[in-house]
């Protein structure tokens, strides 16, 4: 029976490398000389931004998108944290996330079977497998939930025939 994964990862490799890059580009623009301004990339997939105003952590978090974006990884994977301000600093953290988790899962399950289409969806984990009968059929769910307005990017791996 053919079936494929439902996924959503990010390549850490390439977060960690958009991260270097904006501090190098942080360290040499004009607007932030003298400021003591960094990214940290932290253990569990967290980023964390830290300027000395607001302002700041804003340009900074433009600056990290647009390196992420020319690394390939999609930005609706950042979940932005709310700028805390404590003494001279502000700090800001952004998580990256990854896997689906268990209601979006159980929303695209819901999606998949409103479709009508003659596949099963389960979910394992972070991830979801679904298989079918027919290989068209699993292409068209492919279709369907790529039009989808979704809040994470998802990844479709695993085909099997």
Same mark, same amino acid.
């Given at each position: *029976?053919?079936?494929?994964?439902?996924?959503?990862?990010?390549? *850490?490799?390439?977060?960690?490398?958009?991260?270097?890059?904006?501090?190098?580009?942080?360290?040499?623009?004009?607007?932030?000389?003298?400021?003591?301004? $960094?990214? %940290?990339? =932290?253990?569990?997939? %967290?980023?964390?931004?830290?300027?000395?105003?607001? +302002?700041?952590?804003?340009? =900074?978090?433009?600056?990290?998108?647009?390196?992420?974006?020319?690394?390939?990884?999609?930005?609706?994977?950042?979940?932005?944290?709310?700028? %805390?301000?404590?003494?001279?600093?502000?700090? *800001?953290?952004?998580?990256?996330?990854?896997?689906?988790?268990?209601?979006?899962? $159980?929303?695209?399950?819901? *999606?998949?079977?409103?479709?009508?289409?003659?596949?099963?969806?389960?979910?394992?984990?972070?991830?979801? $497998?679904?298989?079918?009968?027919? $290989?068209?059929?699993?292409?068209?769910?492919?279709? =369907?939930?790529?039009?989808?307005?979704?809040?994470?990017?998802?990844?479709?791996?695993? +085909?099997?025939?």
């Amino acid at each position: *029976m053919p079936s494929f994964d439902i996924v959503s990862e990010v390549d *850490m490799h390439e977060v960690r490398n958009a991260v270097d890059q904006s501090n190098r580009e942080i360290g040499t623009r004009f607007d932030f000389k003298g400021v003591d301004a $960094r990214y %940290e990339l =932290m253990a569990s997939s %967290e980023i964390q931004l830290s300027a000395e105003v607001d +302002f700041q952590i804003r340009q =900074m978090l433009d600056i990290l998108k647009a390196k992420l974006v020319k690394r390939g990884i999609d930005v609706k994977a950042l979940k932005e944290g709310d700028v %805390e301000l404590s003494g001279q600093k502000a700090i *800001m953290k952004v998580v990256v996330q990854q896997g689906i988790e268990s209601d979006l899962a $159980r929303k695209l399950v819901k *999606m998949i079977k409103e479709t009508k289409i003659k596949a099963q969806a389960a979910i394992q984990g972070e991830k979801l $497998r679904v298989s079918g009968k027919k $290989r068209d059929d699993l292409q068209g769910i492919i279709a =369907m939930l790529k039009e989808a307005s979704l809040d994470i990017p998802l990844q479709y791996n695993n +085909f099997r025939d």
